[in-house]
């Protein structure tokens, strides 16, 4: 049974990394050379799409890193397991400090009531998503390596 767990837990983790890691370096490339407001409304319509889901991905793996980490306590690897969790909680919070503000904010953009500086915000939004994905590449690294 752990070893399910443990297979569940790090393709759940592995393929929230790779959405994310998606955002980060391509779809967010993509929008950027878009003409016009076509990069903005993307980015609008995508942080509704992916605002909606993210929130549960991130739950999942989250309860799941800490469920094997209780399950593997006397097991090889398990201080691995704990510190992913960790790096899982600490996605969590800037999520919730850092990034879901400004998508909030981003999701209801049009060309028509925009702010002016949105531009900046969503170049923060960046900065902060690519500290994010480095931290849940981590987390699952350390997931994989428990693995061993």
Avoid: C
């Avoid at 070893?3 to 393709?11: D, K």
């Avoid at 759940?12 to 890691?21: A, D, K, P, Q």
């Avoid at 076509?38 to 980015?43: A, K, N």
């Avoid at 889901?53 to 690897?77: D, K, N």
């Amino acid at each position: 049974m752990l070893n399910a767990l443990e297979v569940v837990t790090t393709v759940v983790v592995g393929l929230m990394v790779g959405v994310e890691f998606s955002v980060a370096f391509i779809m967010n490339r993509i929008l950027d050379a878009l003409p016009e407001d076509s990069g903005q409304l993307g980015h609008a319509h995508g942080g509704r799409m992916l605002g909606a889901l993210m929130p549960f991905w991130y739950t999942a793996s989250l309860v799941l890193s800490a469920i094997w980490a209780v399950a593997g306590w006397h097991h090889h690897g398990a201080g691995l397991v704990v510190t992913a969790a960790g790096l899982l909680i600490l996605s969590v919070v800037m999520s919730i400090l850092l990034l879901v503000p400004i998508n909030n904010r981003n999701k209801t953009w049009t060309p028509e009531n925009r702010p002016a500086d949105w531009k900046e915000q969503l170049h923060s939004w960046n900065r902060y998503h690519y500290i994010r994905v480095a931290v849940i590449v981590a987390a699952f690294t350390l997931l994989v390596a428990a693995l061993a």
